[in-house]
């Protein structure tokens, strides 16, 4: 009889530690469920903030190709002679001239050679440099 008593008092708690197991095995289940679901809103979230970046990312794009093609339009419309063929001269080196002597209105290679002897290489290097920038000097 004794036996029989702890017997079903062993079933009894079996039957007790199965029905927990089981619930236990459903709020996994669901967990599961839901962390699937919050995964896949994520991924939804993430999918339209990409979506969203690259459209801005391609309307800057498509707004720098404009501008770039408005400066070479407005750069192949500069004529040559204003870019190349600038007859002015920073006012320190019109008058390092005046003092040799040289105008600049009638530069000649000759002239301008006898004026810069008194200066240094570096001088009429550098000289001979902003001329030639200024398209001045041939």
């Known amino acids: ?10 079933v009894e708690r079996l039957a007790a530690a ?15 469920s839901d962390s699937e679901e919050s995964i896949g809103r994520i991924g939804h ?25 408005e400066l070479r339009a407005a750069a192949a419309s500069v004529s040559h002679t204003v870019t190349n063929g600038r007859k002015t001269l920073p006012v320190q080196m019109a008058n390092l001239l005046a003092k040799q002597g040289v105008t600049v209105d009638s530069m000649e290679a000759g002239a301008l050679d006898a004026a810069l002897v008194s200066l240094s290489v570096e001088q009429r290097i550098a000289v001979k440099s ?4 200024a398209g001045m000097l041939g």
């Open 45 to 69: 979230i993430v999918a339209t903030v990409e979506a969203r970046r690259e459209t801005e990312l391609e309307q800057k794009l498509a707004v720098a190709e404009a501008e770039i093609a």
């Open 130 to 133: 902003q001329l030639m920038r």
């Open 18 to 32: 199965a029905g927990l197991l089981e619930q236990a095995v459903e709020r996994l289940a669901q967990r599961q």
């Open 1 to 10: 009889m004794e036996l029989k008593d702890e017997l079903g008092i062993t």
